[in-house]
């Protein structure tokens, strides 16, 4: 575990050798970040064993110097930590396999991996943080990760204009956990996560400001995990690479919220409303998001919208108490989403198109993602048996026993939204026929489904780590040491499981009478003209309300200061120019070439002076 | 005065003034009997080794004890020394000016003429140094005045030349009227002419009338004085004047003369009106209860200088504005009144003298080729004579004051006197600073010129001697002065004592 | 003493100064304005030759001066009118408000 | 060598380069060029190696050096006490300007064998006499002194702006001429004021005279005095709203002396607001501190707003400068460690950065003859390397951590949270917006469609990558370990802090 | 203040003198204008006899009223003055100059007014060329004899000025 500073840092050599020979190498590019992905993964793994043995570990050095102060920079491996680093770098491993056929033929194909390999560092590097200051900087560093990525394509206007908002969205976040993690520190007087939690404990710092600061680093969750209302950017954030959707706005980047939540949960659990804050924002957007994703048509896009969906879900779980819950669900999550991401990209790959109305009938050209799609779609959908179900049923029950039933209703209604999108994505794409010209749809080369099965068995299995039947070994283990945390398993009615067994398989079936047999006409789901249809599938007009008054405001007030600049300031210059260069014209006019006038200006002045004197100085003195 | 009082005398002090005496004489002799043909050069080379002689012997005076003769109508004493060595300096940089002046229709008929006159104007500014006495101040004055007038006057077939001496003429006459008319109200008040019996006479002046009377005099002696100057208000005639004026001449009345008008000014003012009493004994002196009107004398001349130069397109015309602010920089440490003021208005003239005229020197090059006064004239000089050019631009940087040249050291000086003072004379100060930088952008409009803008012609320039030697000198001292400004700091602590001549 | 006050003669020389100097700043012709400018003097010799008798401590000081005064006066006007002849010969004019050849 | 003779050598040595060019003939080229740049690295040598000195453990006041230089006489009796003595020295703070002055002109030397064109011999001389102005203004240990190397840069800069600028070079000469003629003005009448009144202008004697409440200073006078070097620095700094010369400067001059202005020549405004405002002027900075901070404030959006809707990426560039001058200001407003920590961090940060930034600007230029962001677009294809680095560049400027912007604007804000809290808040909008604007006008440029065909247009190449990389590794190196800054500053804190406390 | 003959002889004086001088402002022939002013010098020479200055009378007399005038007069016929045209300019000059006099004379003559000299017995009418002359030459030699150098430089520079010569004159 002394070691696990390295494990951030071979993604970082991947990323710094391919920028630097990258060029040379060429397709090789793709060994030296999957060798050093690898690595990371191998090391991740014996950290996480051996966190099962050994208690938490920490160490730093000094950083910066400030007076007094020393800020400190290190790495801390606790159970969250170890369990992350696993996630991070499984997906990762797997992402930077499959990527090398996905980007197979790109004449900047080192160049991806070499952003894959910032982007792994950056995130390994944030989940071993001690400290909030750290977690901040490679929060930061993840972003632009991302946000290189989103722009892979950087000669696409829509990549462009998507990585350029993924930055600024998740930057204002960003400026909350800013603003929140220097308050928290002028409180505490450390941005240790320890120190920290230990003045929030001894009642050191105020009620009030520790709600404002946790709402303030909960507004930096809400950008990089796509909540309402910083949500618009993870679904343009699909103009990136699929590979990069399934490792960063699927399985990880996007689940950094979650995580920052949880490594400062006790901060958030010593704020009722903080907590009522995330449970709330959580909820809504778990259903909000869900509401979009029934109308997409973007396979991407509709997969995007359940990731914010079910980012919402583990933000409710956190909200309402079940840290348990949230981290289960982020973990689960992870799997199967970025299976489906890499099943949707396999997809993609076979038929050079991203429209569900394009596709159909699939099921039986791509043998081997179509079940391993089923896969996912059954465990996002809460399907008993897949992990989705284990871990959706947590959060359920998180939030009935956490007193929230409105938010549990809400939750209950996503959970039947997204059975219902994610089998009308199934059965658009899948089956019935083709809906447009496909030539050449190939299954996809091993090195992409190789990665896809491993995600497929974890989704799976990965549910059965914590069960109500079978014990919850994850939540213990998550809050062994650390009973603030909350109980290592909520017990809850029996009603709940089955509640959500039936919703979920009544989304599966209303999708399959829509779009599976059609026996239901799907008009007033796609129908024009259908105002709700429109408000929906224009996501609200989220981003057209934002273009409105946002963007407006600052562009107009920035106008405004141009006005300022160019008369205000630049008018009184010119007014003070002017007025001495009037003042040269005017003596300079005076200067006429009569010399009389000449001796008339000096005796005038003498006079001046003279009267002057007489007057003011002088004899009426 | 018997003859034997006569030789008692010690007549020896008069050194330096013989000297050009003789030397005018013998030029007017010389003149006389050369034959038409031969080059009356050399009678400059002659003049300007007058002129170095003089230098050395007032040099040699310098450190020696205070003497004078008849009635102080001649006195030596560390103010005279130090100003006569300016002067001499500035003289025999003009004469260099002077001999390599060669422009069309110019003063080839009148060489000698030419020479001598400048002689007999310095002698005029060097009596004005050396005397205690109101006569011989303004014989020395007239003396300077009138050699002037025909000076300026000399190229007679040159209208601007004619049009510049009548002006000159005209404004000189008025100013010298009203000089006169205030000196002869200070004669009228204290009864003699000597300067020291005033002052002894006027300290225990208590009677409001004379102090009235004396005051009006004040007033009209420094708007007199102003036109020497070049001050405002009597500050008009300059640019045309300087315009019209053979370069050398213009070179002259910028800087000889301006010295010489400086040096009368302080001697009657600080020796008459720095004694006169306001109100009985021990009370404040006209001189401190005038301060204000010397300060908006001051603030004037500096604002119209910069400001109207600005407009200029006459390089000549341009640099009489700089003169005139520049008279207005040294007007503000004559008004702060401290008693570092006569080391920072002597070092200021000395940096002034070698920059102005390092800059006529080149001024002078480029109008005789040019055959017009326009700035534009300088358009390209940095590729047609680089050297002249860089020199140029040291010396217009020294004119604006900035630091590594004399220019800013002066400044500092007179600064530092003006903040020193009490009461501080911030706003005077602060308009000095101010107008400083209204001034680089005339300065810099000539350097926008010479390096900016492609010349009209590529022809070469070729720099006769006595410009070199100018340029040399002026670019040399402005630099030396502006890095070690110790050199001459140190001259007028260890030999000279100014202050003691005024008031002890 | 003197029946007539020192002021009087002092106010004489005031008024001929002030006559003089309007003179030299309006009239036209330059030896008008150079002729101004000697009555100027002339003002000042007064006052000079006034101050040598009822000045503070009268002395003869003051008539010399007014001498010294007029012999400078002499060469002065005498220069004057040389410059003047010299320009009338380029510009054929006496008009004081014509040179303006230099100007702004 | 002696040690008290380095700091001489080092501020002057760039003046040799300026005899062996003076006596190159124009024609030899090539030679002028590494004259030029020859003459920059013994500052560069000296620098470093000063830094190993204090690196080494050993006292920076080794380099001390103090000569009697001028006497005013006659001012007083007493004499002579007013004088004015050659004194350079330098602390942590001096030599951090140091070295990156040295750095920065090393490599403006380099970029200018690319971007100058013509005339390289007085282009080189009058560069150099800047180099040796900067270093002397980083180590002048006396008023005088200081503001004598202060308006040496102002005469070779209007020239290397005047002659060699793009097409309204002479108005920008102008401009620059004038507005900091006046800010020097000022400064001057504040060094003259308090050379009369108190007899000395070194730096630390001044620091004595003026904390003494019953000095020779009111403190009213004081409070004024303090205001006018506020302006006075303001306007080097540029502070809103004396910044319009600036925004001109950096349009119009050359690329590599703009690396030099927005890299150097700006910061002696911060610097000499540290130094002399804060050094000499502790209480009255106290007393303005809110002042400060809205000034500070309003520097930071005013910028980041306009820098949002300019269509030329140079003037998104300057307003930029604007905007980050505004977070020295924060910073030092904060009168905290951190804050004060962090604006000094800036004022590196921002010189290496801006120095990349303009470089690069200057690359696209010279290639594609425009910098208007319309008319650019899609670059990355062209010339990966440079849109490449100009992104890292941007991302640097933007405070994204692991580079040296972050750790600056962190310390500023943590500095002023403390302190002001609301004018902070307000302030983070700053940061917002620096990204926005800085990704628009970068991703205008290098990402998306190009608006016209650009061929042949050549990626950096060659030297180019010199200043290029030597800046990104800097940039870098502080962002991941700021204690090569930090270290030497502590010294230089703990005597503002103590100017502070007391 | 009694009305003796000195009284009387000043009052006339003055009044001849200022009466000249108003004349030369206001007359139109310039030769007119010169021989008011004749009136007025010569006056002056006799207020000089009043305050007891014979030999200055005497000079003023020869300088003024003879030489300068002469000279003048000369100026005159030799520069052809066409006198009829009326000025272009200066019409606020005149008023601000005359405004600027009253101003002046107003501030000089408050000072004159009230001054009170305590007169005292003077001897200057007693050879008062003697003492002149010995004031010349002993205690004033020195400017007299750069008044010398002076009249010397003026002779000098009147004539190369004044000389009439032609521009080619002497290249033959």
Same mark, same amino acid.
């Given at each position: ?83 992350? &680093? ?46 909030? &200051? ?13 946000? &290189? ?111 920052? =939540? ?84 396999? =997809? ?48 359920? =029950? ?80 998550? =809050? ?142 | ?69 008849? !009635? ?85 077939? !040159? ?166 602010? !520049? ?25 002034? #003298? #070698? ?32 050297? #002249? ?26 600064? #530092? ?7 501080? !004379? ?79 | ?24 700043? *309006?009239?036209?012709? *330059? ?18 030759? *006034? ?41 054929? *004019? ?11 | ?67 009697? $230089? ?93 002659? $060699? ?79 319009? $010369? ?175 809290? $609301? ?80 | 203040? %009694? ?119 003077? %001897? ?49």
């Amino acid at each position: 575990m002394e070691n696990a500073w390295l494990i951030p840092l071979f993604p970082l050599l991947s990323f710094l050798l391919l920028l630097l020979i990258g060029k040379r190498l060429r397709e090789a590019s793709a060994y030296v970040g999957i060798l050093l992905t690898l690595a990371s993964l191998v090391f991740s793994i014996l950290v996480l064993f051996e966190r099962f043995s050994e208690p938490t570990y920490m160490a730093k050095v000094n950083w910066l110097t400030i007076g007094e102060v020393h800020l400190t920079a290190g790495f801390e491996v606790n159970q969250l930590n170890a369990l992350m &680093l696993f996630i991070v770098s499984l997906v990762s491993f797997l992402v930077h396999t499959y990527s090398k056929g996905y980007m197979q033929g790109d004449e900047r194909f080192h160049v991806f991996y070499a952003y894959l390999g910032l982007f792994t560092f950056a995130m390994l590097g944030l989940v071993i943080s001690p400290n909030i &200051l750290q977690t901040y900087i490679f929060w930061e560093l993840v972003g632009v990760g991302s946000f &290189l990525l989103i722009g892979f394509y950087f000669y696409k206007e829509e990549a462009k204009a998507a990585a350029k908002k993924a930055f600024i969205m998740t930057r204002i976040g960003d400026v909350g956990l800013f603003i929140g993690m220097i308050l928290l520190f002028w409180q505490t007087q450390s941005f240790e996560y320890s120190e920290i939690f230990k003045a929030v404990e001894a009642g050191s710092v105020s009620n009030t400001m520790i709600t404002l600061t946790a709402i303030l680093i909960f507004i930096g969750a809400i950008g990089k995990s796509g909540q309402f209302p910083l949500h618009t950017w993870l679904p343009d954030a699909m103009e990136g690479p699929t590979p990069v959707s399934a490792l960063i706005h699927a399985a990880t980047m996007v689940a950094a919220g979650v995580y920052l =939540v949880a490594a400062l949960f006790p901060l958030f659990l010593a704020s009722k409303t903080a907590l009522l804050t995330v449970a709330v924002i959580g909820g809504f957007t778990a259903i909000f998001a869900a509401s979009i994703g029934l109308v997409q048509t973007d396979i991407k896009r509709v997969l995007a919208y359940s990731t914010v969906s079910q980012l919402g879900y583990m933000m409710l779980a956190l909200g309402c108490g079940g840290y348990v819950a949230g981290v289960f669900h982020l973990m689960t999550h992870a799997f199967f989403k970025a299976l489906l991401f890499l099943a949707a990209g396999s =997809v993609i790959h076979a038929v050079h198109t991203q429209n569900i109305e394009e596709m159909g009938g699939l099921w039986k050209k791509l043998k081997l993602t179509a079940p391993l799609f089923l896969i996912g779609t059954l465990a996002i959908s809460g399907v008993p048996g897949l992990s989705g179900f284990f871990s959706k049923d947590e959060i359920l =029950v998180a939030a009935w026993e956490g007193g929230h039933p409105v938010l549990f209703l809400l939750a209950l209604i996503a959970a039947f939204m997204t059975a219902f999108y994610m089998f009308r994505l199934f059965f658009m794409v899948f089956t019935g026929d083709a809906r447009s010209e496909q030539r050449d749809v190939n299954e996809s080369p091993s090195v992409m489904t190789l990665p896809m099965v491993l995600l497929g068995i974890l989704a799976v299995v990965a549910g059965y780590i914590n069960t109500p039947w079978f014990g919850s070994f994850l939540g213990d283990w998550l =809050v062994d040491g650390n009973p603030i945390l909350g109980a290592a398993h909520i017990e809850g009615p029996a009603w709940i499981m089955i509640a959500a067994t039936v919703v979920s398989l009544a989304g599966i079936l209303f999708a399959y009478f829509i779009y599976g047999k059609r026996s239901i006409a799907p008009d007033w789901l796609s129908g024009k003209g259908d105002m709700l249809h429109t408000v929906v599938s224009n996501k609200y007009y989220i981003d057209e309300f934002y273009q409105m008054t946002v963007v407006a405001i600052v562009t107009g007030f920035s106008y405004f200061l141009r006005l300022i600049d160019t008369f205000l300031v630049e008018g009184i210059v010119k007014g003070v120019v002017g007025f001495v260069q009037g003042l040269g014209r005017t003596g300079a006019k005076m200067q006429s070439g009569q010399v009389q006038t000449y001796g008339a200006v000096a005796f005038l002045g003498l006079a001046v002076l003279a009267v002057i004197y007489a007057l003011t100085g002088g004899y009426l003195r | 005065m018997s003859l034997e009082t006569f030789q008692q005398l010690n007549w020896s002090i008069m050194t330096p003034e013989f000297i050009i005496l003789g030397v005018i004489a013998v030029l007017v002799l010389c003149d006389l009997f050369m034959p038409k043909t031969l080059d009356r050069k050399i009678l400059g080379w002659v003049g300007i080794a007058a002129v170095f002689a003089a230098m050395a012997a007032t040099a040699a005076m310098v450190g020696g004890p205070v003497q004078s003769i008849l !009635h102080d109508t001649f006195r030596i004493d560390s103010f005279s020394l130090a100003f006569k060595l300016l002067l001499l300096c500035g003289g025999v940089l003009v004469l260099f000016l002077a001999v390599s002046y060669e422009p069309k229709d110019g003063v080839e008929r009148y060489q000698a003429e030419f020479y001598y006159l400048f002689l007999a104007a310095l002698l005029g500014a060097m009596v004005m140094t050396s005397s205690g006495d109101l006569i011989t101040l303004y014989i020395g004055l007239e003396l300077l005045s009138i050699t002037s007038y025909i000076l300026a006057g000399i190229r007679k077939f !040159h209208l601007q030349s004619n049009e510049s001496a009548m002006k000159y003429v005209i404004n000189g006459g008025i100013s010298t009227a009203i000089t006169l008319f205030g000196m002869s109200y200070v004669y009228g008040l204290t009864g003699t002419t000597n300067l020291l019996e005033m002052a002894n006479k006027l300290v225990t002046l208590a009677n409001s009338n004379h102090v009235y009377l004396l005051t009006l005099a004040f007033l009209m002696l420094v708007v007199g004085l102003a036109f020497k100057l070049a001050a405002a208000p009597f500050h008009m005639w300059a640019p045309d004047v300087y315009q019209g004026a053979p370069t050398p001449v213009t070179a002259f009345l910028s800087v000889v003369s301006k010295i010489a008008g400086f040096v009368i000014l302080i001697r009657i003012l600080l020796t008459v009106f720095g004694f006169a009493a306001t109100k009985g004994q021990g009370s404040m002196p006209i001189l401190y209860d005038m301060q204000n009107y010397l300060a908006v004398i001051a603030a004037a001349t500096m604002i119209i200088g910069n400001v109207v130069a600005l407009r200029q397109t006459d390089i000549k015309r341009m640099f009489a504005y700089s003169s005139i602010a !520049h008279a207005g920089y040294l007007l503000v440490a004559l008004t702060s009144l401290t008693t570092n003021m006569f080391d920072s208005i002597w070092f200021y003239l000395l940096a002034y #003298l #070698l920059m102005n005229l390092g800059a006529f020197a080149i001024i002078q090059v480029i109008t005789e080729k040019a055959g017009g006064t326009a700035i534009a004239d300088f358009a390209g000089l940095y590729r047609r004579a680089p050297v #002249l050019a860089v020199a140029m631009g040291i010396l217009l940087i020294s004119l604006a004051g900035f630091p590594g040249t004399a220019g800013f050291i002066g400044k500092l000086n007179i600064f #530092l006197g003006a903040f020193y003072a009490e009461p501080a !004379h911030y706003v005077l100060a602060s308009i000095m600073i101010a107008t400083t930088v209204v001034s680089y952008f005339y300065y810099f409009g000539v350097m926008t010129q010479m390096f900016f803008r492609p010349p009209a012609d590529d022809s070469k320039l070729n720099i006769p001697f006595g410009i070199l030697v100018v340029l040399i000198v002026a670019v040399v001292g402005s630099i030396l002065l502006g890095i070690m400004p110790n050199i001459a700091f140190d001259f007028m602590q260890n030999n000279l004592d100014i202050i003691g001549d005024f008031f002890k | 003493m003197s029946s007539v006050p020192a002021s009087a003669f002092l106010a004489l020389a005031l008024i001929l100064f002030c006559i003089g100097l309007y003179g030299a700043l *309006t009239k036209r012709n *330059t030896v008008i304005v150079l002729i101004s400018i000697e009555l100027m003097l002339n003002a000042v010799n007064i006052n000079l030759v *006034t101050f040598s008798k009822y000045g503070v401590s009268p002395s003869i000081n003051g008539q010399v001066f007014a001498l010294f005064a007029m012999a400078v006066a002499a060469a002065e006007a005498a220069v004057g009118l040389a410059i003047l002849m010299a320009l009338y010969r380029n510009k054929k *004019t006496v008009h004081i408000d014509e040179m303006n050849e230099m100007k702004h | 060598m002696n040690l008290q003779s380095i700091l001489s050598i080092l501020v002057f040595s760039p003046l040799l380069g300026i005899i062996v060019l003076a006596m190159l003939p124009k024609t030899q080229e090539k030679a002028i060029k590494a004259v030029g740049f020859l003459a920059t690295l013994p500052p560069l040598i000296l620098s470093f190696a000063v830094y190993a000195h204090f690196l080494a453990g050993k006292s920076l006041s080794d380099f001390s050096v103090s000569v009697p $230089w001028i006497q005013f006489h006659g001012i007083n009796a007493q004499e002579p006490i007013f004088s004015v003595s050659y004194e350079l020295a330098v602390s942590g703070f001096q030599l951090v300007l140091v070295v990156l002055t040295s750095v920065v002109s090393t490599l403006a030397a380099i970029g200018a064998v690319t971007f100058i064109k013509k005339e390289w011999k007085g282009y080189f001389m009058l560069f150099l006499l800047l180099v040796t102005g900067m270093l002397g203004v980083f180590t002048a240990e006396n008023l005088i002194l200081f503001f004598i190397f202060f308006e040496v840069t102002l005469i070779p800069t209007f020239f290397l702006i005047g002659k $060699w600028g793009y097409f309204e070079k002479e108005k920008a000469a102008y401009s620059f001429l004038i507005y900091n003629g006046l800010g020097s003005a000022v400064l001057l009448i504040v060094i003259m004021i308090l050379f009369a009144k108190t007899g000395t202008t070194n730096i630390e004697l001044l620091k004595e005279i003026v904390g003494d409440p019953s000095g020779p200073l009111s403190a009213d006078f004081k409070l004024g005095l303090f205001i006018a070097l506020l302006v006075a620095f303001g306007v080097k700094l540029p502070i809103f709203p004396l910044h319009s $010369w600036m925004l001109r400067v950096h349009v119009q001059a050359p690329p590599s002396v703009v690396m030099i202005h927005s890299g150097i020549l700006l910061k002696i405004g911060a610097y000499g607001l540290i130094r002399f405002g804060m050094g000499i002027f502790p209480n009255q900075f106290e007393k303005l501190a809110t002042l400060i901070a809205i000034l500070g404030l309003i520097n930071l959006l005013y910028g980041a707003f306009l820098a949002f809707i300019q269509t030329d990426f140079k003037m998104v560039l300057a307003y930029s400068s604007i905007s980050h001058m505004g977070i020295v200001l924060i910073g030092l407003a904060a009168m905290n460690e951190a804050g004060i920590q962090g604006a000094i961090f800036q004022v590196v940060s921002h010189g290496l950065i801006s120095a990349l930034l303009f470089f690069l600007v200057g690359v696209l230029y010279e290639r594609t003859e425009t910098s208007l962001i319309d008319n650019l677009g899609g670059l990355a294809k062209g010339m990966p390397l440079a849109a490449g680095f100009l992104l890292a560049g941007a991302l640097g400027s933007l405070g994204l951590p692991g580079m040296s912007g972050f750790v600056s604007e962190f310390m500023a804000f943590l500095g002023l949270f403390k302190v002001q809290p $609301w004018i902070a808040a307000v302030g983070t909008i700053g940061i917002i917006m620096t990204a926005a604007y800085l990704l628009r006008a970068v991703l205008g440029m290098t990402y998306g469609r190009a608006h016209r065909e650009f061929d042949g247009v050549l990626d950096l190449r060659g030297v180019e990558l010199v200043p290029v990389v030597v800046l990104m590794l800097l940039i870098v190196l502080i962002g991941v370990y700021p204690s090569v800054l930090s270290s030497p500053l502590q010294a230089t804190l703990e005597t503002i802090m103590l100017g502070l406390g007391g | 203040m %009694t009305f003796s003959g000195e009284f009387f002889a000043f009052m006339a004086l003055a009044l001849v003198a200022i009466i000249g001088g108003v004349l030369l402002l206001n007359l139109n022939k310039v030769v007119h204008m010169v021989v008011a002013l004749i009136f007025t010098f010569v006056s002056i020479a006799g207020i000089y006899i009043l305050l007891s200055a014979e030999f200055v009378a005497a000079v003023q007399v020869l300088i003024y009223s003879g030489a300068i005038t002469i000279i003048m007069l000369f100026g005159i016929m030799l520069t052809k003055p066409y006198d009829e045209s009326e000025a272009t300019t200066g019409k606020w000059r005149k008023i601000l100059v005359f405004l600027g006099v009253l101003g002046f004379a107003f501030a000089v003559y408050l000072g004159i007014y009230h001054l009170d000299i305590q007169q005292v017995p003077t %001897t200057l009418h007693e050879d008062n060329t003697l003492q002149i002359g010995k004031a010349l030459y002993s205690k004033y030699i020195i400017p007299f004899e750069f008044v010398s150098v002076l009249l010397l430089v003026a002779l000098i520079g009147a004539i190369i000025l004044a000389k009439r010569e032609d521009k080619e004159g002497d290249k033959e």
